[in-house]
């Protein structure tokens, strides 16, 4: 189970608003939970078949007091009431399962569920690739931003640094490259610190790829030098409902 702080997590739309909706409110607040867990890939414990968990479906709730906390009753509670509001298909607690149809009844799973709260949604059609399509639009836009900066449009970002050659010693590369840092902290480094709580692994190597395609071109301005910095990046296809790996350059001149 991933700690609070730590959760890196694939979601559908059900299971993110409904973690986003309850921890919003003050009864069910972060520092009540020892942990939140949404994406596993792993089976039903003592079955074949995979939890709803592997698709992001469902979450595991897990009171910071242990087994017995008082909070995680009332909040399979508040689930069970809001079941329509958070298209819940079933909550599991304490030895006890509960659906729509039939409401609570004994739970004969191998995990007694004593020390969490499980909920799973109901499937909604194919939503479970929503925050990959989300956060991979907002890396690849940030890809395209930093290639108009370091190869298409250079002199429109460094256009203050320009003027004589650059020669050893000069400040005039070392200033440069820190305003690309600075250029790429002030656009993007933000928009990624939100969204690390539900990127895929995929966005994760991306952001790091990035980051390290960045550094790269910075040392070559710092330098003085010309090159190019070639990396790849997994770009999500929507139409196939999957990642695929392009090729991209940062082809810096010196100016």
């Not at 928009?191 to 390290?212: C, G, Q, R, V």
Request: hydrophobic residues 35%.
């Amino acid at each position: 189970m991933i700690h609070l702080k730590h959760l890196i997590t694939e979601q559908t739309a059900a299971a993110k608003y409904c973690k986003q909706d309850v921890l919003s409110k003050s009864q069910f607040s972060a520092d009540k939970w020892k942990a939140i867990g949404v994406w596993s890939k792993r089976n039903i414990a003592g079955t074949n078949t995979l939890s709803q968990h592997a698709f992001g479906n469902a979450i595991d709730w897990h009171g910071k007091a242990g087994p017995g906390d008082p909070v995680m009753q009332e909040l399979a509670d508040y689930l069970v009431t809001n079941a329509s509001k958070y298209n819940i298909a079933n909550v599991i607690y304490d030895r006890k399962i509960w659906n729509p149809s039939r409401g609570w009844n004994t739970y004969h799973g191998r995990s007694p569920h004593t020390d969490h709260v499980h909920v799973d949604f109901k499937r909604t059609g194919n939503v479970k690739n929503i925050s990959k399509q989300q956060n991979n639009e907002i890396v690849q836009r940030a890809v395209w931003d930093m290639y108009n900066i370091t190869t298409k449009f250079p002199e429109k970002y460094f256009k203050r640094f320009k003027g004589s050659a650059w020669i050893p010693g000069d400040d005039k590369p070392k200033e440069a490259a820190q305003h690309l840092i600075a250029l790429y902290r002030l656009n993007w480094m933000d928009k990624f610190d939100k969204i690390i709580s539900n990127a895929s692994p995929e966005e994760l190597k991306n952001i790091e790829t990035l980051n390290k395609a960045v550094n790269a071109v910075s040392k070559l301005i710092q330098n003085g030098d010309s090159g190019k910095v070639s990396f790849k990046i997994k770009k999500w296809d929507s139409k196939q409902q999957q990642y695929k790996t392009i090729g991209q350059v940062f082809d810096w001149q010196f100016m």
